[in-house]
């Protein structure tokens, strides 16, 4: 058995991409904070602990969020006493991104603009079209009997769901598909080694970046009733004041990223507990009400997003545990869903758990997952559609090997053939 040392889990070693839970559990044993040695980066592991640092957007900024131990300053952190010193840095870093990296009250702001496309109203409003798109999806491989599911659904589909919700033109968002689907088989040709198939790369992040700076400008000049101009218009709640086209474009560029991101790798991680368990899967077709708490459940499980990181503004203690200004904090949201003093036997997957709702799988607090709502209709509408046309489901070959994109912070499948029988 791997000792905690023995882990490079930032360097992505094969033992910490294939099973992350193993490394989190060790170090939820070693400490309340588990001090990595190679990127000296406290892990937190414990449910109550994550919490309470996620609550606490005073003594924890969430600029290191997306990047953690690879974030790169303009300057030295130094002093116990970091606020002014973050904040005079922001402007001069590469990765300042709207929603994910910044703190209150900016980030109340930006959140507040991005909010109302995610009311309850608006995801409702969205579920014939989501329910829709994952049966247009399968049309292209459903009488096949075989589906590289990541290029052929998992990607495409959370996609083209953004893409709606932001009010893309539907007559456009082929375009994304077909070049989220081209960059994969292209990848394929060259045997890129590092190519995810589930990820917005290359060209398709630039054509989203053009679209939507097009579709800015134009509703700014000539606003029309309709959800991009909506967006175009939107001002700051607290003061009226209209952001920039690029602060726009980013929020845009985010909601696309995140929502795409974590939602394809719900899809891959639930089929694979769907492939391995058959018996499963006939139960949720024969009771489709279960595919919610199924939903939760693969949430937690296989947690898509493994973490997200803080910086300690000063020196601070968690559980006890001494942690100087300056430390980057992972608050490892996979190691929470799999703490056992919040969820029973918790390396066993349990469709029918009671409290799988109650995990950290979209976060927590102020940084909580605006799009959480909509990521379970696309999963609960997704998997029923998947399961209803979609018989006997297993991998392609039955014995394969399954691989992980390479990744501290997600955690899903590269690709994933399965096999299968038509629906008849």
């Given at each position: 058995m791997t000792a905690l040392s023995e882990y490079d889990y930032f360097g992505v070693d094969e033992q910490s991409r294939s099973d992350p839970y193993r490394f989190f559990a060790l170090a939820r044993e070693a400490g309340p904070a588990y001090r990595e040695p190679r990127r000296d980066v406290y892990v937190l592991t414990r449910y109550d602990d994550i919490v309470e640092v996620a609550r606490d957007t005073t003594r924890f900024s969430?600029?290191?969020a997306p990047s953690g131990p690879d974030t790169v300053f303009p300057g030295a952190l130094e002093g116990n006493k970091?606020?002014?010193t973050v904040a005079r840095f922001r402007s001069?870093?590469?990765a300042n991104i709207?929603?994910?990296?910044?703190?209150?009250?900016d980030h109340t702001r930006y959140r507040a603009l991005v909010s109302k496309f995610f009311s309850p109203a608006r995801v409702r409003s969205l579920e014939p079209y989501v329910r829709a798109l994952a049966n247009e999806l399968i049309d292209d491989f459903a009488e096949k009997g075989h589906v590289e599911f990541v290029r052929a659904f998992a990607g495409p589909y959370p996609l083209l769901v953004i893409a709606d919700l932001l009010g893309v033109p539907r007559s456009d968002q082929p375009e994304f598909k077909r070049l989220l689907q081209d960059e994969a088989a292209d990848s394929d040709i060259v045997g890129n080694p590092d190519h995810d198939n589930a990820a917005i790369n290359g060209e398709l992040?630039?054509?989203i970046l053009r679209c939507f700076n097009q579709y800015i400008e134009d509703r700014r000049a000539n606003p029309t009733d309709d959800v991009l101009s909506a967006l175009a218009n939107a001002t700051f709640p607290d003061t009226g004041e209209r952001p920039s086209t690029f602060d726009i474009i980013?929020?845009?560029f985010v909601i696309f990223g995140a929502g795409q991101e974590t939602t394809s790798r719900l899809f891959t991680n639930g089929m694979l507990v769907l492939a391995r368990n058959p018996d499963l899967a006939e139960r949720l077709r024969r009771d489709p009400s279960k595919l919610e708490n199924f939903v939760e459940e693969a949430l937690r499980f296989d947690t898509p997003v493994k973490g997200l990181f803080r910086l300690a503004l000063v020196d601070v203690e968690i559980s006890g545990a001494p942690i100087p200004a300056g430390s980057v904090l992972m608050l490892a949201y996979g190691a929470a869903n799999h703490d056992p003093a919040h969820f029973d036997e918790p390396e066993r997957f349990d469709p029918e758990r009671s409290n799988a709702r109650n995990t950290l799988s979209f976060g927590h607090g102020a940084h909580f997952c605006p799009g959480a709502s909509l990521a379970r209709v696309e999963g609960r509408l997704g998997f029923a559609a998947l399961l209803e046309r979609m018989q006997d489901i297993r991998l392609d070959p039955p014995d394969c090997?399954?691989?992980y994109v390479p990744s501290y912070v997600l955690r899903?499948?590269?690709?994933?053939?399965l096999a299968f029988t038509p629906a008849s």
């Open positions: 969430s600029i290191v970091l606020a002014a001069q870093m590469v709207p929603l994910i990296t910044l703190d209150p009250p992040q630039m054509h980013a929020l845009a090997a399954v691989e899903g499948l590269r690709e994933m053939n």
